[in-house]
């Protein structure tokens, strides 16, 4: 059994900061992608930032330069680091992370609400 907890997000005013962390806790062995998706009301989500196995990340054109995303394998952990924060920027935020243990396969968080207002 393998689980992902969220914690960070809440409500921010625009141009300020938050971050968000996922830890996966369970039967893991390793952990290859890592990342961060969003559900703005109303749309499909889409994903925000993600780190490769070896460290390497990416970032969608709308937050890139704003959010840093970064991994700590020790601790089986993902971060993200948003700053300047836009209205737009609001949105539930789930982290996800492709774990193998016998098989592999992909994991979801539970969602945390980040608001921000303007």
């Known amino acids: 059994q393998v689980q992902l907890v969220e914690s960070g997000g809440g409500l921010v005013e625009a141009g300020g900061s938050l971050s968000l962390s996922c830890a996966a806790s369970?039967?893991?062995?390793?952990?290859?992608?890592m990342g961060w998706f969003r559900h703005p009301q109303g749309t499909q989500r889409e994903l925000v930032a993600g780190?490769?196995?070896?460290?390497?990340?990416n970032y969608s054109d709308s937050v890139k330069g704003r959010f840093t995303i970064t991994r700590d394998d020790a601790k089986n952990t993902v971060t993200l680091r948003m700053d300047s924060l836009k209205p737009e920027d609001t949105a539930l935020y789930y982290c996800?992370?492709?774990?193998?243990?016998?098989?592999?396969?992909?994991?979801w968080g539970q969602g945390t609400q980040v608001t921000v207002s303007s």
């Open positions: 780190i490769s196995n070896r460290g390497v990340p």
């Open positions: 369970g039967n893991i062995g390793t952990i290859g992608f």
């Open positions: 996800h992370m492709y774990i193998t243990h016998l098989i592999g396969r992909g994991y």
